[in-house]
């Protein structure tokens, strides 16, 4: 699979088949803010979810810029850099870590000061990242949080303390 962070890919057929399975889940949440990225595949999901009316466009959701490894693989990127891992070393011409994650932190911010539950939609490694920085570790413990295309997660509270709800559910599951 290629990286996409600036490429604004539509939905495949079975990404618009499990974002409508989405819908039954989220209809009946109240959910005080929706953030989306600007990203049309994250445009999509949250339409065929049903919230697109109520969804605030955040472009510090859209995925990370990979810079001169934007449309390349994983194999196309390790035959120039063999132990290249975004999340510890970034993108040559593109984001760092560091500059992902202070993007993540707004929306963390954005998300704590709402009054309700927050609905995201955005895109795999940037997720990552933001669940890291949710659960207080750095950027490049997002490389330890697995998570598919097409999956459901929930940060959540323990006792005051940051934690996770639910992480890479499939969509039509529980959590």
């Known amino acids: 699979m290629s990286h996409t962070g600036r490429t604004d890919l539509p ?16 209809a ?16 999509q ?7 697109a009316e109520r969804a605030v466009i955040d472009p510090d959701l859209r ?3 990979y810079g001169r490894y934007e449309g ?5 990127i390790h035959a120039e850099a063999p132990d290249w891992l975004v999340f510890r070393h970034g993108c040559p011409e593109g984001e760092s870590p560091g500059q992902v994650a202070r993007r993540a932190d707004r929306v963390i911010a954005r998300a704590r000061a709402a009054e309700g539950p927050v609905v995201l939609f955005a895109h795999g490694h940037l997720l990552r990242v933001l669940a890291a920085r949710w ?6 413990a997002g490389a330890q949080l697995l998570l598919d295309t097409s999956s459901r997660s929930v940060l959540s509270w323990y006792r ?9 559910a499939p969509v039509a599951g529980p959590g």
């Open 72 to 76: 390349l693989t994983t194999d196309q």
């Open 160 to 168: 005051g303390i940051p934690a996770l709800g639910c992480w890479n």
């Open 63 to 65: 995925e990370w810029d």
């Open 11 to 26: 939905l495949s057929a079975r990404g618009e088949a499990e974002a409508r399975q989405l819908q039954p889940a989220l």
């Open 28 to 43: 009946a949440r109240p959910f005080a803010l929706v953030l989306c990225s600007p990203l049309q595949r994250a445009r």
């Open 45 to 51: 999901t949250c339409a065929l979810a049903g919230l």
């Open 135 to 140: 659960l207080d570790l750095p950027a490049a």
